[in-house]
């Protein structure tokens, strides 16, 4: 099934590239560019033999410039350098060490917000739990398929999909968005609609716990078909219903994904949220805060965007009211010429006066599955 993407049309990068100017300038035309140039020259010399010294020195050059991608994945070096070191001889120490980095730079990120870093998280993390499944399994030749364990080809027609249902529910109880792309959107994930679609299905849900009842409590993730194509959802049900924390996942072309975290009652986003939609190819992720009711924003939001440095280029607040905002719905104008020909609506002007757009002109300030009416 093909799946339909909402355009999110951003004008001017013109900031986003000064702050990059910044960050070069404060690297290498400033007084601490001697401090900052003194902990990558001690990293680089110790990488390869004293990794913990080495992660110091990168940590500090990070901190000093958050955006530096030599600091940041100088760090990540040095400890994948320290793992593969120590993983002939221990397994389970390898996979703490790259459990370290995951823990020390989501730390760090909390006041960074860079997506860059998320990154980097996500991949030591999903290292670990390779190294300690290893360990777990020591006669399985890793090079050879484990018969104990479902062979999934997401490309594949015959792929079972119970198969899929159990890899998307263990990368999504993990927030593991970034493996959760290689499942949303594939072949074998669209031939677990087809089925749910040929059964009358709109919705399917898997987990260890659930035996199928209609009334399900507890925790379980679902594929939803929808008006856009379907998602992924994980988190609370009770007595058959989203109700609690959850997240919905949606991968919309190959370069973006969508997701959703917040608060959930009675099946559908009632409560804080967030909506984050990751765009690889403009470097770009946004997000959008604040309250939903009944899966459309409803109250003040906070609309910002980061560039691929995981620096803030835009921002701006508006007031919707049940999916729409007609106070800073503006009027095509010459400055938004076309947006009537692709059905885009300018909705939002942010502080910077740059215009973000929605698609189709129909659709409300929502998140997915709840845009149409």
């Not at 004008?11 to 902990?39: P, S, V």
């Not at 919707?320 to 609506?345: M, R």
């Amino acid at each position: 099934m093909k799946k339909y993407s909402r355009a999110i049309a951003i004008t001017g990068i013109t900031l986003g590239a000064l702050i990059l100017a910044f960050i070069l300038l404060f690297i290498f035309g400033t007084k601490d560019a001697r401090r900052y140039r003194t902990y990558i020259r001690k990293g680089d010399e110790a990488s390869y033999m004293d990794y913990e010294r080495a992660i110091g020195s990168y940590m500090e050059a990070l901190k000093m410039a958050p955006g530096s991608s030599e600091a940041l994945n100088g760090l990540d070096r040095a400890y994948r350098n320290w793992a593969n070191y120590m993983e002939d001889d221990d397994l389970l120490l390898a996979a703490e060490i790259r459990e370290r980095e995951a823990n020390e730079l989501e730390a760090f990120n909390e006041d960074v917000h860079s997506g860059n870093i998320r990154r980097v998280v996500s991949n030591a993390r999903k290292e670990a739990r390779r190294l300690r499944q290893e360990e777990a399994e020591p006669d399985q030749d890793p090079l050879q398929p484990d018969p104990t364990q479902p062979s999934i080809d997401f490309y594949s027609d015959t792929t079972d999909p119970v198969d899929v249902m159990k890899t998307a529910y263990e990368y999504l109880s993990n927030g593991d968005y970034e493996s959760m792309r290689t499942v949303d959107g594939t072949t074998a994930a669209d031939n677990v609609t087809q089925v749910m679609r040929d059964r009358g299905l709109t919705e399917m849900l898997y987990s260890p716990d659930y035996g199928g009842e209609s009334d399900y409590t507890g925790k379980a993730m679902g594929i939803y078909i929808v008006a856009e194509g379907y998602y992924f959802f994980y988190g609370d049900y009770k007595d058959g219903l989203r109700c609690g924390d959850g997240c919905s996942f949606w991968v919309s072309s190959s370069y973006t994904y969508e997701t959703f975290e917040g608060e959930w009652k009675d099946g559908a986003p009632n409560g804080n949220g967030v909506i984050h939609t990751v765009d690889d190819s403009y470097g770009r992720e946004t997000f959008v805060r604040g309250n939903f009711t009944d899966g459309r924003q409803d109250g003040t939001m906070d609309y910002e965007i980061w560039d691929d440095y995981g620096s803030t280029v835009a921002r701006g607040t508006y007031d919707a009211a049940d999916g729409d905002a007609d106070a800073i719905k503006l009027t095509p104008t010459e400055e938004s010429f076309g947006y009537e020909d692709f059905g885009l609506v300018p909705y939002v002007r942010l502080d910077n006066n740059e215009l973000v757009t929605y698609y189709p002109a129909s659709e409300y300030l929502a998140a997915l599955g709840f845009r149409n009416r």
